[in-house]
């Protein structure tokens, strides 16, 4: 049973950076396809980035383009959202996921591993 645990979240000011960290065990990562999600107070839970190892591709929400970056090491069994230029908006509960179909599209419901979640803060 693959298990996944997120850490690295925290309370930064707007503009800042922020690595999140999703870490692992019982099974290899590098087998599924790894997402992350965020869900703000009173908000839907919804998609962040994708990314398949196989080919390292990957798939970002249009309000995260171009700021964020999602990438995985094998020998580590871990995956990483890196996050630049953070927004106030930016704030909520980052989730990482995982399922076995092989491809970064589709939806929450696609995935069949989840974390616990880590809480990203941005104040402005």
Known sequence: QLQ???SGGGLVQAGESLR????????????????????????EREFVAAFRWVDDM???????????????D??????YLQMNNLKPEDTAVYYCAAKTWPTVEGSKNDYDYWGQGTQVTVSS
């Not at 019982?26 to 087998?31: A, D, I, K, P, V």
Request: proline share 2%; with cysteine.
């Open 20 to 43: 999140i960290t999703c870490a692992a065990t019982g099974r290899t990562l590098g087998t599924y396809t790894v997402g992350w999600f965020r869900q703000a107070p009173g908000k």
């Open 74 to 79: 094998r020998t580590k069994n871990m995956a």
């Open 4 to 6: 996944l645990v997120e």
């Open 58 to 72: 990957e798939r970002y929400a249009e309000s995260v383009k171009g700021r964020f970056t999602i990438s995985g």
